[in-house]
Every structure is written in structure tokens, then in C-alpha cells.
């Protein structure tokens, strides 16, 4: 079973625009990692938020975490086309092992 | 510096044939990983390693799929009497030990007809 997963399916913005990416997840977890992947290529960690971190920034990209609830969101603001790329969250628990979750699709159109 | 190296990069193969998949990880790094990754899915992860000892494989298929890392560097994954449902990109990863972060190559891709 998925221990973590994106609320959207596709997202579709307009370059420019700003977007916001939802996760949740129903474990216990040391630490949530954001990746993006792009059409024929592995993912790419964006930003990993430890547990007892509730924000982090990377340039135009803003992660937030909610242990509460159990949810974190990926905010890039000023879209380009380039960031078109399926979005996934990944959790770590005690186990270690980084589990994923479906991912969304974010379509940046010019 | 050069990043994570996985090769065939496609292999497609009729039911019953068997293939292998092999993953040269990012020099220093001694957790290496593989994913499963259907078709819009996300990564599912199959095995990981840390040097050359498993450190979970619950995830693996054991009657027809194998990892193996023997020295700890390069890793090698095989399918054996490969079925439609195998049809996925596997993705190899590695990363230092508890860094979090995973350094992903491009995934080879099997097609199972």
C-alpha cells in the first residue's frame, strides 16, 4: 500500500503563474522529500523537510510540512515551461526505505 | 562528476525470456537501489543495499528476480521468465548512508510482450 500520496492527479497552469503540489501520508516519518521528474529521465530530489522542519525553500520552489496532519505542500511560484514533470512526494519512516507516492503531473503551458 | 549509470537503457523481450539490468552508482556512495516503476506510477522500491550486503528485499519477487552487488561498487538486476506484468522502467538509485538524498539514473526500460 502507498504511504504516501499526491492529492491531484494533473495540475495545469500557465507560465508565470504559480502552483502548489498536495501530499499526504499515514505513517510516522524521520523525513519527506520532494522529486521531480521529467519525460524519459530518473527523479530528482527537489527538497527534503525533516520532521521537526515545517518550511523549506529552494530558489522559486517552497515545501511545507504538517506532521499534525500528516500532509506537506510543494509550492513553485513564476512557473516556467521547464517545469513541466510528473511531481512526486517520498516519505522515510523508521525502516529506512524511501516509499513514493503516485505522483502529480504538472502541465506548464507558454 | 558522474552520476548514476544504468544500461540496456530498453530491452524488450517475449513472455518466459530472462534479461538482466545492470547500475554503476555515483562513486563513494554504498546504499544502492532499485525501483520498479509501471507506467504512470510512481517508483516502487524492489531491493537496496548497503555495500554489498541486502538490507531489504521484502519487495522482491524472489522466484524469478535476483539483485546482487557483489563488491559493494556496480549492482546487477535479473529477471528471470520475465511476465506482461514486469513491463516497467527500473530505476537504479544510490546516495551516501543517511543523507536522504537519492541520486537517480535515467531507469532502463523493459517491455514484456
Known amino acids: 500500500s502507498q504511504l504516501a500520496e499526491e492529492n491531484s492527479w494533473a495540475l495545469s497552469v500557465h507560465e508565470g503563474e504559480s502552483v502548489t503540489v498536495n501530499c499526504s501520508y499515514k505513517t510516522s516519518i524521520t523525513a519527506l522529500q520532494w522529486y521531480r521528474q521529467k519525460s524519459g529521465k530518473g527523479p530528482a530530489q527537489l527538497i527534503l523537510i525533516r520532521s521537526n522542519e515545517r518550511e523549506k525553500r529552494n530558489g522559486r520552489l517552497r515545501a511545507t510540512l504538517d506532521t499534525s496532519s500528516q500532509s506537506s505542500s510543494l509550492s513553485i511560484t513564476a512557473t516556467r515551461c521547464e517545469d513541466t514533470a510528473v511531481y512526486f512526494c517520498?516519505?522515510?519512516?523508521?525502516?529506512?526505505?524511501?516509499?513514493f507516492g503516485l505522483g502529480t503531473t504538472l502541465q506548464v503551458q507558454p | 562528476e558522474a552520476g548514476v549509470t544504468q544500461s540496456p537503457r530498453y530491452a524488450v523481450l517475449q513472455e518466459g525470456q530472462a534479461v538482466s539490468f545492470w547500475c554503476d552508482p555515483i562513486s563513494g556512495h554504498d546504499t544502492l537501489y532499485w525501483y520498479q516503476q509501471p507506467r504512470d506510477q510512481g517508483p516502487q522500491l524492489l531491493v537496496y543495499f548497503r555495500d554489498e550486503a541486502v538490507i531489504d528485499n521484502s519487495q522482491l519477487p524472489s522466484d524469478r528476480f535476483s539483485a546482487v552487488r557483489p563488491k559493494g561498487t556496480n549492482s546487477t538486476l535479473k529477471i528471470q521468465s520475465a511476465k506482461q506484468g514486469d513491463t516497467a522502467t527500473y530505476l537504479c538509485?544510490?546516495?551516501?548512508?543517511?543523507?536522504?538524498?537519492?541520486?537517480f539514473g535515467e531507469g532502463s526500460k523493459l517491455t514484456v510482450l
Open positions: 517520498a516519505t522515510k519512516g523508521n525502516t529506512g526505505k524511501l516509499i
Open positions: 538509485a544510490s546516495s551516501f548512508p543517511n543523507t536522504g538524498q537519492l541520486y
